[in-house]
């Protein structure tokens, strides 16, 4: 006689089930209600393949492409069957996925030996050919348990010395390696049960590699239009010099470095790389030809604007200009006439919060060099306060504003273009777990959030990670949108500063109990973390970008 276990659902729904049932058999019982297809299930709290099997009364909760669990599981699923048809298209070649571009992955195909030739959009449209012919064949990711001398061989066979380094310093005994059409690898995270699964996909040729397109979880029938992102593209071209200058382009190469004792040369580089751009920025502001008045920076959460600016602000001095900073938020409308969210909660992130006309005023005044009250926002009233403070400019002067609507040409539509400077600055990382795994931007900056939040906010992680998708809609409507306006990009990660946040951010991940849906989260970045090498030094310059959310820095 067959067992059963109970199953309970979100909508408290409870169903019986042979005990042993798979999840992509119960999966076929709930896709009506899913808009996309179902890649994955949330099970007691903890992400799990279509592919396990229920052994005990469970809740279970299953995903799509719609949300971001979902996206993840598709999207480096897709990347794993690009690099399958890449290898059969082109045998030995080497394939890297380097970073997000354009509503996708910006990945190289680097042809064998024999054939050294770059890549053509010819060859692309072939590889693109070949993984629909893969998917048609509905091949299946299988998992494999293996122990790291079982995962050593194996990469030695391959030749995967990406995979070989990262063996070295990893914590737990074994791997999960994905197997598909005869080829094996590593990936953080999990996998679709098959090709299958991956329909909607293009490749896109951009010399001299491609970018791997799929659907965004907001939209997630369809591939989203195409946007061509030359600044963000070319500013990442940069970095990646600057890792090669470096000797530091993945998380094995950066624990080397500590292990051999070139931490401190590392951080003195990567910092100097810092100065040098930022003094090359304020040597733009200073030479250009028109009279740059005002200097707009915007970036997403967690970027550094704050000693970023203060670091501008220096060179410029180191120019013979006189900066002043005004902050936007002193320009905030009074909170009885601020807009409201579809929660119906004050929205302070959108651009209507913001007197544009008084801002506009104000500014244009101070341009023409007229003598201008200026005012301040009071947080406590949710008032603006006129108070008498007066300012003026002179021609030496410049005036740095920093907020999350720089860059967009409403917040200053009245200034001429010829007056205004427009920086966005973001974290970039360049930085890959091996070849294949990405470190996603988004990660690295909501693990310098978690650090800043629990110094200087009195917030945990558990909250920090809470509001950490609403954080990412704002960003996604107010400052992506504009940030290839800018006149100048500047990243302002650290190759070396994952090492330093560790040491903060791994404690107050682990306090997350399982008993909380940010625990799935806090799970995956304890993960990311246990990559890297803890590191606690005195080495990083009082300046440093880096001090903003560790707390010494100079400018505080």
Not at 199 to 217: A, Q, V
Not at 257 to 282: D, F, P, S, W, Y
Not at 379 to 397: L, N, V
């Amino acid at each position: 006689m067959l067992d059963y276990i109970k199953v309970t659902f979100p909508n408290g729904l409870e169903k019986e089930y042979p005990k042993g049932i798979k999840l992509i058999n119960i999966a076929k019982d709930f896709q009506h209600q899913h808009k996309s297809e179902i890649l994955g299930a949330i099970v007691n709290n903890e992400l799990k393949e279509l592919w396990k099997e229920l052994l005990q009364d469970s809740h279970v909760a299953f995903i799509d492409r719609s949300t971001s669990y979902g996206n993840r599981f598709y999207s480096r699923s897709l990347a794993f069957l690009f690099i399958i048809a890449a290898k059969e298209v082109f045998k030995g070649c080497k394939v890297t996925v380097e970073h997000s571009l354009s509503k996708g992955f910006y990945c190289e195909v680097h042809k064998n030996l024999e054939d050294s030739a770059p890549l053509t959009a010819e060859d692309v449209e072939i590889i693109e050919q070949k993984m629909y012919q893969l998917v048609r064949m509905e091949l299946p990711f299988e998992k494999t348990r293996m122990n790291n001398e079982q995962a050593e061989e194996l990469f030695k066979k391959t030749g995967q010395y990406d995979k070989l380094a990262l063996l070295k310093y990893r914590e737990k005994k074994y791997m999960n390696v994905y197997s598909c059409y005869g080829y094996h690898d590593y990936f953080y995270g999990y996998m679709v049960p098959s090709t299958a699964y991956l329909k909607i996909f293009e490749l896109r040729f951009y010399s001299p590699g491609l970018i791997l397109r799929f659907p965004e979880k907001n939209d997630s029938e369809k591939l989203p239009a195409f946007v061509e992102q030359k600044k963000l593209f070319s500013i990442f071209r940069e970095f990646e010099k600057w890792g090669k200058i470096l000797e530091i382009e993945t998380v094995s190469n950066l624990n080397d470095a500590v292990v051999e004792n070139r931490l401190k040369e590392l951080i003195l580089t990567a910092e100097g790389l810092h100065e040098k751009k930022i003094a090359q920025i304020a040597d733009l502001i200073s030479n250009s030809k028109d009279k740059k008045k005002i200097v707009l920076i915007a970036g997403p959460s967690s970027s550094g604007k704050t000693t970023f600016a203060q670091r501008l602000a220096v060179q410029l001095r180191v120019n013979g200009k006189r900066p002043i900073s005004i902050s936007i938020d002193d320009y905030f409308k009074n909170r009885l006439d601020s807009p409201i969210d579809e929660n119906g909660e004050l929205d302070f992130e959108t651009i209507d919060s913001i007197d544009i006309e008084t801002f506009n005023d104000v500014m244009t005044r101070l341009i023409k060099g007229e003598l201008v009250e200026v005012p301040t926002y009071n947080f406590h009233t949710g008032m603006r306060e006129w108070t008498g403070k007066k300012i003026k400019i002179d021609e030496d002067q410049i005036i740095i504003v920093e907020g999350i609507h720089g860059l967009n040409e409403t917040l200053t539509q009245e200034i001429p273009k010829e007056n205004k400077f427009k920086i966005y600055i973001s974290a970039l990382t360049h930085l890959g777990i091996d070849n294949y795994n990405r470190i996603p931007t988004s990660d690295l900056r909501l693990i310098r959030r978690i650090v800043r939040d629990f110094q200087f906010r009195g917030t945990d992680a558990l909250s920090t990670i809470k509001r950490w998708d609403s954080v990412r809609k704002g960003e996604d409507k107010y400052i992506y949108p504009f940030q290839e306006e800018a006149d100048v990009m500047f990243n302002s990660s650290l190759v070396y500063e994952l090492c330093v946040l560790k040491k903060v951010a791994l404690p107050q991940l682990l306090m997350i109990n399982n008993g909380v849906p940010e625990y799935i989260e806090a799970k995956r970045l304890i993960k990311f973390l246990n990559y890297f090498l803890a590191v606690d030094t005195e080495e990083i310059p009082k300046n440093s970008i880096l001090q903003e959310f560790l707390g010494n820095s100079c400018f505080r």
